[in-house]
């Protein structure tokens, strides 16, 4: 079955304190990897689309990578601007339509 | 100024009502979909459409439907036959050719 996890749940940082969200999948065929930010009562803001092993994409304080299980997002030196749930999701083979969600990691950021 | 649009950002329904969930996006995507966003879930699709005048369903459609006459609306009908309704509504679209979605601000369902 195609599945999509994040870890941990939540996690809470100091200002300037880098960390690492983890987001491991398990699907027939990847056709994208994606990641998301969501603050509260908003949709999802897109961030990356990966699509091979080795990939990286980096935009400001944040770096996604993948290899063929998992996909990290590194946030270097956050700001509480950074506090949000980031969401991940695949495309798979499976389906042209079959975008599968994990339940996204809460960050908190503090100053 | 290009982006998709979700209307009303809040709405409130009373049992045995059925509402309506508007979805329009000016970026001239051909794919439009439809999930829902409940509390410690991943989001969960409902439905969605690849052209106009043509829709599928997703994982979770009972109790909803849809409508894609226009290629850039998709509305979404909550129907009193869901029996849960109460979430957080999030339409996405998605260009020809590409495999990103974009999403759209969300509409708010409560259920009185």
């Known amino acids: 079955e195609d599945q999509v996890t994040q870890s941990p749940e939540a996690l809470r940082l100091q200002e300037g304190e880098s960390s690492s969200l983890n987001c491991s999948y398990t699907v027939s065929g990847l056709r994208g990897l994606f990641w998301y930010r969501q603050d509260p009562g908003k949709g999802p803001e897109f961030l990356f689309t990966l699509y091979s092993a080795g990939e990286e994409k980096e935009k400001e304080r944040l770096k996604a990578t993948l290899t063929k299980k998992e996909s990290f997002l590194h946030i270097t030196a956050p700001k509480p601007e950074d506090s949000a749930t980031y969401l991940c999701?695949?495309?798979?083979?499976?389906?042209?339509?079959?975008?599968?969600f994990g339940t996204g990691t809460r960050l908190k950021v503090l100053a | 100024d290009g982006g998709i649009t979700q209307s009303p950002k809040y709405l409130f329904r009373k049992e045995g009502q059925n509402v309506t969930l508007s979805c329009e996006q000016n970026?001239?995507?051909?794919?439009m979909y439809w999930y829902r966003q409940d509390p410690g879930q991943g989001l969960r699709l409902i439905y969605y459409s690849q052209i106009v005048n043509d829709f599928q369903k997703g994982d979770i459609a009972e109790g909803y439907s849809v409508s894609r006459e226009k290629k850039e609306s998709f509305p979404l009908t909550v129907t009193s036959a869901q029996k849960n309704p109460t979430a957080f509504y999030l339409c996405?679209?998605?260009?020809?050719?590409?495999?990103?979605?974009?999403f759209g601000p969300g509409t708010r369902l409560t259920v009185l």
């Open positions: 996405a679209s998605r260009p020809h050719g590409a495999d990103t979605q974009y």
């Open positions: 970026l001239n995507h051909d794919a």
């Open positions: 999701a695949v495309h798979t083979s499976s389906g042209t339509y079959k975008y599968i």
